[in-house]
């Protein structure tokens, strides 16, 4: 069959499909040094300073679902992306597309819950700009961050990931799959009314409580779209050390579980808002542990699994049971199973 | 979690996996022939914990994967037509035809929506009554007899805009058939779901006729080694019979309201299997009172010429006699993301399950 020539829904789902997209079009054309990188946020130095700089287009059906609406996540998302970046986030910008006959009030929503999210993170939102286009041309409403921070004292290699060696710990800051699940049972399609409520939130006050404490954190990284699963998939990718999971010390609501028993989903790849990967030194791992619990948004944190020497470049998973499967990138957007 | 992890602890687990191995002395080969166990065996990685006399093949239980390539250019060329609106399952959307697929169809302006039950496809019929809305029927009797009881509500409710394009099979004729073409099994995984609605006297004929055993099982690991269990004990004692693990659910007699619903929308006929051809009386076409409800009747298209592609071998995978890593494609040409064959689509496949959940050790 010959390739695709047109875009695809699989494109946008953050798996494989995205990852060759990105790497094909858009970094084969703009290609420089500092995006072939491909971080959750690019690093800069602007004179004698260093800044992190991210983007991030956000769009969400519905607009408001149990534990937030889009607005939180425009905050959190390029907080989050600057933040696991080993930066402070300081400023965001925020852009506006706006479908005719949208509400006045639900805009008017969106708006107060990014401020307050916004003053909540210590970010200012400085400058924006607002689109309005025909009924039918855009789902409502989409909203564009782009924020930049300063760059934390020696965390500028931290998103590299080449600090991560054999030894390390890898944790996660609580319950993982709550947002993929919360926006999911919110859409009337499925009929399933679940106590889930997304966990979107800005990490920066967490992370800032864990780097105050130790600075024997190696990597991190938001685990949005694509999960947990796939921040191993792509950490793991062409290293010298693998990673081994542990699905009994993985946090899953019950609800959670519930949904995705019934889905045929796998919660490692349900996406989050508000958690994130850290790898940390084995020796430190029990103290940031501790510090992540002593957190509001870290009293769920675990330590999940940890970098081994075994299967280098592969995630692999040791299921409940006992038995032992690979954690790879998921193709495209998760389907609900048949029968 | 309550009704799950009953069936996943870890201590009886691997106790029955110690059990099993004291009980099997003689070489078995088992075949699954439900999509939902052949994901379950690879998710909890129920291989690992076998030992050597035993092994697991996948057989032909998944719908996505059965279902032939020209069902799916047809359905593309429903999807070409003025004012259709195509409802699928989500798993069919990405399967390849011959030239294209449902997924690229919607890209280029097809009118194609993913549903999760054929009730979702009626409203959606009730919602557009000046479009024709085809629901793509698709599986065994886990989902036939919703795909009756639609029909049955579309004529009540006086639905004429709707109607289904049946792929439904059953899962008879395909058991007897790979035992026919001499695919060498010891005995058969029987199909939890599939078997809450038919019940178990479907495969009395595979222990009277070819004597192999069957058990009916369900989809926890426990359910698993437990079944795998029953198989050995009856192959070492040359007992082969029907019997069912998933006692909590399978009933002998079935479920006898949708089995008189299935009767009263579907009749018998050919079908085409992926990697079986013909099989007589194996697919579920729509009785003539429900013509009107019959995209077959109600359509008229041209469909392209099936091309299959070379070199894939989800035929010999879904007879069991090849595994996913035999096939050239595998990983290579075809992954998940751009998958050759259907077994490398749906995540009930074979080809899926071994790619994301055991490749390496393949």
Redesign the interface.
């Known amino acids: 069959?010959k390739k695709?020539d047109?875009?695809?829904?699989?494109h946008g789902s953050g798996?494989?499909?995205s990852h060759?997209l990105i790497r094909d079009l858009f970094v084969k054309h703009f290609s420089n040094p500092t995006l072939i990188k491909q971080s959750d946020a690019a690093l800069l130095q602007l004179g004698s300073t260093h800044v992190a700089m991210t983007t991030d287009a956000f769009v969400v059906d519905p607009l408001f679902f149990p534990g937030g609406n889009i607005g939180n996540l425009a905050i959190a998302g390029t907080v989050n992306d600057l933040s696991v970046s080993g930066a402070i986030p300081r400023y965001l910008s925020a852009s506006f597309i706006i479908e005719e006959g949208l509400p006045f009030e639900a805009l008017e929503q969106v708006v107060i819950t990014m401020a307050e999210e916004a003053r909540k993170a210590s970010v200012e939102i400085v400058t924006g700009d607002t689109k309005v286009v025909d009924r039918g041309k855009c789902d409502k409403l989409f909203i564009n961050t782009t924020g930049i921070g300063e760059i934390r004292a020696g965390a500028g290699n931290i998103a590299s990931g080449d600090l991560i060696k054999a030894g390390d710990k890898i944790l996660v800051n609580g319950f993982i799959g709550d947002h993929g699940m919360a926006v999911m049972s919110a859409r009337n399609?499925?009929h399933i009314k679940a106590p889930v409520e997304s966990d979107c939130a800005c990490l920066n006050g967490l992370i800032d409580h864990v780097f105050n404490a130790t600075g024997e954190v190696h990597f991190m990284r938001d685990a949005t779209r694509g999960g947990v699963g796939t921040v191993m998939a792509e950490i793991v990718a062409s290293r010298p050390w693998g990673i081994q999971l542990f699905e009994?010390e993985i946090p899953i609501r019950?609800a959670v579980?519930?949904i995705c028993?019934l889905l045929?989903f796998?919660p490692l790849y349900v996406a989050n808002e508000g958690k994130v990967v850290m790898v940390v030194d084995g020796a430190f791992a029990d103290k940031v542990l501790q510090q992540l619990k002593s957190h509001p948004l870290g009293q769920d944190a675990a330590i999940i699994g940890e970098v081994v020497e075994r299967?280098p470049g592969?995630t692999w998973l040791q299921?409940?049971?006992?038995?032992?499967?690979?954690v790879?990138m998921?193709?495209?957007e998760?389907?609900?199973?048949?029968? | 979690m309550k009704y799950i992890d009953e069936y996943r602890d870890k201590d009886k687990v691997l106790s029955l996996a110690e059990l099993i191995r004291k009980t099997s002395v003689k070489p078995i080969r088992l075949m699954e022939v439900c999509g939902g166990h052949t994901m379950s065996i690879q998710r909890f990685g129920i291989p690992s914990l076998l030992p050597e006399t035993i092994e697991l093949v996948s057989g032909p239980g998944c719908p996505v994967c059965v279902t032939s390539r020209s069902f799916i250019d047809q359905a593309i060329a429903y999807s070409k037509l003025e004012n259709v609106i195509i409802t699928t399952y989500g798993d069919l959307i990405r399967v390849p035809g011959s030239t294209s697929t449902l997924d690229k169809e919607k890209a280029a302006g097809a009118d194609i929506r993913m549903v999760y039950s054929i009730l979702d496809a009626l409203n959606i019929a009730k919602a557009n009554k000046h479009k024709k809305v085809i629901f793509l029927g698709i599986g065994f009797e886990t989902t036939s007899p919703a795909s009756a009881a639609g029909i049955i509500k579309a004529q009540m409710a006086g639905l004429f805009n709707f109607s289904v394009f049946s792929a439904h099979k059953i899962m008879p004729p395909p058991m007897a058939a790979l035992i026919d073409e001499g695919v060498n099994i010891n005995g058969y995984i029987g199909p939890g779901h599939v078997s809450t609605i038919t019940g178990s006297h479907i495969y009395d004929f595979i222990p009277q006729k070819y004597g192999l055993g069957v058990v009916i099982s369900g989809f926890e690991p426990l359910d698993l080694l437990q079944s795998v269990y029953m198989l050995v004990k009856q192959h070492e004692t040359n007992s082969p019979k029907v019997e069912i693990q998933y006692s909590r659910v399978v009933k002998p007699e079935g479920n006898a309201k949708a089995q008189d619903m299935l009767d009263e929308v579907f009749y018998l006929r050919k079908d085409w299997w992926r990697g079986l051809g013909e099989l007589e009386a194996s697919g579920m076409g729509i009785r003539d009172k429900y013509a009107e409800f019959d995209a077959e009747k109600q359509f008229d298209v041209e469909v392209e010429p099936t091309r299959e592609d070379k070199g894939c071998i989800c035929g010999d995978i879904l007879k069991g006699l090849k595994k996913p890593s035999d096939c050239k494609l595998f990983g290579k040409a075809c992954t998940p993301a751009e998958p050759v064959g259907a077994c490398m689509v749906s995540n009930e496949g074979a080809c899926h399950a071994y790619y994301r959940y055991n490749k390496d050790s393949q």
């Open positions: 069959m695709n047109k875009i695809l829904l699989g798996g494989r499909l060759e399609q499925l009994a019950q579980r519930g028993e045929g796998d299967h592969k299921t409940s049971i006992g038995g032992n499967r690979i790879d998921p193709a495209g998760q389907l609900p199973r048949i029968c």
